[in-house]
């Protein structure tokens, strides 16, 4: 027990010491970015999942 103790004490050490946290500009930066191509990449993925259920409809219709 008393490891995970010290491994949880060693840890917020390391946040608070040892890692370089962006600005608050920076983060909302990226996080409109992060969000910008998330919304693109789904989009594509809809279309492509369009397409193809429309296709597989198409091919299973002729085999009627």
Do not use: C
């Amino acid at each position: 027990m008393a490891g995970i103790v010290n491994y949880i004490k060693e840890s917020f050490d390391e946040l608070k010491n040892h890692v370089s946290w962006p600005t608050l500009a920076e983060a909302q930066s990226l996080t409109v970015l992060v969000a910008v191509f998330s919304i693109i990449f789904s989009l594509a993925i809809w279309g492509v999942d369009t397409v193809f259920s429309g296709v597989i409809k198409e091919y299973f219709n002729l085999l009627k």
